[in-house]
């Protein structure tokens, strides 16, 4: 089992930034990856960005240039840094990692919020 716990979800204006964080109770390097998921208030929840074992990032599309994906291994914490947010951006970010037997695991999310 893991347990992920993310934090820093809270009210922006818009253009701000936020940073979100997602601690693991198991060390991050023996896991596939760590990603960041949102649910928007119009959409089915959505691949916002990943971080490989390896440091390999992939971000989707909106997120590219605005959002950063990142990880401490010392903290078996992983990151994203939102930046130039937008009111679109509003909704709960959940945090998502697989472990080696492919089982997936869900934080139980964050709610960001942008204000226009």
């Known amino acids: 089992q893991v347990q992920l716990v993310e934090s820093g979800g809270g009210l922006a204006q818009t253009g701000g930034s936020l940073r979100l964080s997602c601690a693991s109770s198991?060390?991050?390097?023996?896991?596939?990856?760590m990603g960041w998921y949102r649910q928007t208030p119009r959409d089915q929840r959505e691949l916002v960005a990943y971080i490989t074992s390896a440091g390999r990032t992939m971000y989707s599309e909106f997120a590219k240039g605005r959002f950063v994906v990142s990880r401490d291994s010392a903290k078996n914490t992983a990151y994203l840094q939102m930046n130039s947010l937008e009111p679109e951006d509003t909704g709960t970010y959940y945090c998502n990692t697989r472990d080696q037997s492919g089982r997936d695991f869900w934080g139980k999310g964050t709610l960001v919020t942008v204000a226009s």
């Open positions: 198991r060390s991050i390097n023996i896991l596939n990856h």
